[in-house]
Antibody, heavy 118, light 110 residues
Framework: EVQLVESGGGSVQPGRSLRLSCTASGFTFGDYAMSWVRQAPGKGLEWVGFIRGKAYGGTTEYAASVKGRFIISRDDSKSIAYLQMNSLKTDDTAVYYC?????????WGQGTLVTVSS | QSVLTQPPSVSGAPGQRVTISCTGSSSNIGAGYDVHWYQHLPGTAPKLLIYGNTNRPSGVPDRFSGSKSGTSASLAITGLQAEDEANYYCQSYDNSLFVVFGGGTKLTVL
C-alpha cells in the first residue's frame, strides 16, 4: 500500500526557515517524481514544485512564488523527499502536501500545517 | 487569479448530473497537455479522480467522467450522491509555469 507521510510543520516567524519531510512507503521511491502542493487557508491548491526521479537526474522545478526561497531534495536510500523553506513569508502559511507524480498526482499525503506569523 | 478557470460553485439534487468546466489557454490545455481532476474533502488528502483527460483510477466509480476539447476540459458527475459534496480541482501543465491548478469548484448536493 502506497503511503506518504509529511512531517516538520509548525509555527515560525517571518524570515525564518523550516524543513518539511515526506516519508514514502509501498513503492520504489526512486522511480517516481515527487511534488509539493500547498493550500492556504480558504484558498485552492497551489503547486509548489517537484523533483524528478533518478532516471531524469533528480532535477527540480518550482513555482514562481517560491523560486529562490524553497529547495526540494530527495534521499532515495531513505525514501524521503524534503522541502527546505527559507525566507518564509506570511503568505506561505498553508497546509503542505507531498504527492507521488504518475499520471497526475496519484497519491497524496495527509498534509502538514505551516503557520508563518510574528 | 488561477491560470485555469473553474466556476466557484455548482449544485445539483441527488440523482442528477452536473458538469464542472476548466478553461485554459493555448499555453496549457490548448497546447495538448493532459488534464487531471481531483476531489478534495476539507481535512482530508485530495484524491485523484480522473487522469489523462478521460481515465479513471481503479476504485473511482464510473459516475465520474472527464473530457477535453480545445482549450477546455470538463468533469461530469452522474447519479449525484450526498458523498460527492466536495471541492473539485482541475490540473494541467503550462509551457512556462509547469504545473497549474484551477481555482477549484465547490459542489453542493441539494
Amino acid at each position: 500500500e502506497v503511503q506518504l507521510v509529511e512531517s516538520g510543520g509548525g509555527s515560525v516567524q517571518p524570515g525564518r526557515s523550516l524543513r518539511l519531510s515526506c516519508t514514502a512507503s509501498g513503492f520504489t521511491f526512486g522511480d517516481y517524481a515527487m511534488s509539493w502542493v500547498r493550500q492556504a487557508p480558504g484558498k485552492g491548491l497551489e503547486w509548489v514544485g517537484f523533483i524528478r526521479g533518478k532516471a531524469y537526474g533528480g532535477t527540480t522545478e518550482y513555482a514562481a512564488s517560491v523560486k529562490g526561497r524553497f529547495i526540494i531534495s530527495r534521499d532515495d536510500s531513505k525514501s524521503i523527499a524534503y522541502l527546505q523553506m527559507n525566507s518564509l513569508k506570511t503568505d506561505d502559511t498553508a497546509v503542505y502536501y507531498c504527492t507521488r507524480d504518475k499520471r497526475g498526482r496519484d497519491y497524496w499525503g495527509q498534509g502538514t500545517l505551516v503557520t508563518v506569523s510574528s | 487569479q488561477s491560470v485555469l478557470t473553474q466556476p466557484p460553485s455548482v449544485s445539483g439534487a441527488p440523482g442528477q448530473r452536473v458538469t464542472i468546466s476548466c478553461t485554459g489557454s493555448s499555453s496549457n490545455i490548448g497546447a495538448g497537455y493532459d488534464v487531471h481532476w481531483y476531489q478534495h474533502l476539507p481535512g482530508t488528502a485530495p484524491k485523484l479522480l480522473i487522469y489523462g483527460n478521460t481515465n479513471r483510477p481503479s476504485g473511482v466509480p464510473d459516475r465520474f467522467s472527464g473530457s477535453k476539447s480545445g482549450t477546455s476540459a470538463s468533469l461530469a458527475i452522474t447519479g449525484l450522491q450526498a458523498e460527492d459534496e466536495a471541492n473539485y480541482y482541475c490540473q494541467s501543465y503550462d509551457n512556462s509555469l509547469f504545473v497549474v491548478f484551477g481555482g477549484g469548484t465547490k459542489l453542493t448536493v441539494l
